[in-house]
C-alpha cells in the first residue's frame, strides 16, 4: 500500500525527512519517550519528534556513559554528540527512567541546541496528590515552551492539539484492532513503520495518512490465519528484524504491550473541559511502564488482559540489554502470567545487535511448544 510505503520511507531517512519538516518553517523539540507531553509541543508550533538511535558504532558516547548503559539512549547520544541530529532545536526528558535522567544531565552539559527542558513528572501515579503535581509540572513546562516560541499557547491551540493526537491514536488503535481480528493483515514490519512514523513524522500528514491505512485494510479479505497469535511486551521495539524473526518462525503478532506500540498511543484525552487537566488526566488512565507506578499488579493484569482480548498463544518479552526498568518487572510479570496459564518467554537483544539469528532458533522452538 503507497501509503504505507510513506511511513518506511520516512523511518529510512529521519534527517532527510527533518529537513523537509524544517523547511516548512518548522522548529524540531527531540524526545527519547512516550511520557513526553507532545500535545503542548506540537500547540506551541514546534515539531515533537522521538529520537531513535540511528545505531552507528558508539565512540563519543562511550566518554560519558557507562557500558552498561540501554543501546537506545547510548546510540542517541552518539548521534547528538557526533552531529547527526543538527537539525534539532532543542529537546525534552521527561522524568522517568534512570537512564534518562542521567543522559538529560549529559546533553544538558554538552548540548548545543536551543531549548533544554526536564519535565519533572511524578513517579507514583496512586496518590491523592500525584494529578494536581503532574498538572502543575505540565503547566510550568507550558510557560517554557511559550517563552522558547515567543507566543502564548492557547486553549484552543491545546485543544486542536489534543484533536490531532486523538485522531492519530484513534486510527492506530483501529488498525491494531483490525490486525487483532486477523492477524497478518498486516506484517509486523509495516506495523512497526507506521508507529514508528506517526512518532517521528509530521503530525498532519501522519493524521492524513492514517485514516486512509485504516480504510484500506478494511477493505482487503483477510489472510486465512497460518500461525500463532503473539503479543510483544517490552520498552523500544526498533528492530523489524525481531517481528520477522517472529513471523518466519510461525508467529502472528496480534498486540503489543510496547513503548513503541499501543503503550504509545493508546488512550484518548478528553476534548473538552480544561485541556491541561485533561492531558495530565491521560498519564493516569493510560497503561504505565515500569518506570512509573500505579499498583503493585497493574502490568500484569494488562498484559493477561491483552493475550487473552488478542487471543494469543504466547507473550514474548523483549528486554533491551541493560533496560533496568523492565528487567526488573519481568519476574513478577512471568510469575503473574505462569498462574493464569500463559506461555512465556524472554529474549534479550542490543539494538546495536547486527544479526538476530541466534534468536530464531529460540523463537520458533517457543512457537512450536505453545
Ligand atoms: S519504556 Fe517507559 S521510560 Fe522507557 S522510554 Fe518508554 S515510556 Fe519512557
Ligand atoms: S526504559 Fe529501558 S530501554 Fe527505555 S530508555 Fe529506559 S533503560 Fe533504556
Known sequence: MKEIRIFHEAIENTSNMARKIKAGQKKIIGHLCSYTPEELIYAAG???????????D???AEKHLQSYCCSPVRGVLEDSLS???????????????????????????????????DVI??????????????????????KELEKASGKKITDTSLHESIKKFNLIRENLSKIYELNSHNPGLIKGADLYAIVKGSMVMDKDEVAGLLPVIAANLEKIDPPSEKGKRIVISGSICDS?????????????IAGDDL????????????EDGDPMTAIASRYFDRINCPAKHTSLTFRGENIVSLARKNNAKGVIFMLLK???????????????????????MAVEIDEQQQSLGQLSTRIETFIHMI
Open 46 to 56: 514546534f515539531h515533537p519528534m522521538r529520537l531513535f538511535s540511528s545505531k552507528s
Open 58 to 60: 558508539i565512540v563519543l
Open 83 to 117: 552531529g547527526r541530529l543538527d537539525f534539532l532545536d532543542g529537546t525534552v526528558f521527561p522524568h522517568t527512567c534512570d537512564s534518562i535522567q542521567r543522559l538529560s544531565d549529559i546533553w544538558r552539559m554538552n548540548g548545543k541546541y536551543e531549548f533544554f527542558a
Open 121 to 142: 513528572l511524578p513517579a507514583k501515579l496512586n496518590t491523592r496528590s500525584a494529578k494536581t503535581y503532574m498538572t502543575d509540572v505540565l503547566t510550568g513546562f507550558k
Open 240 to 252: 523489524p528484524g525481531f517481528y520477522e524473526t517472529i513471523e518466519e518462525a510461525g508467529g502472528l
Open 259 to 270: 513503548c513503541t506500540g499501543q503503550r504509545w498511543f493508546e488512550g484518548m484525552i478528553q
Open 322 to 344: 541493560f533496560c533496568d526498568p523492565h528487567a526488573f518487572d519481568y519476574p513478577y510479570l512471568k510469575e503473574y502470567l505462569d498462574k493464569e496459564k500463559i506461555k512465556t
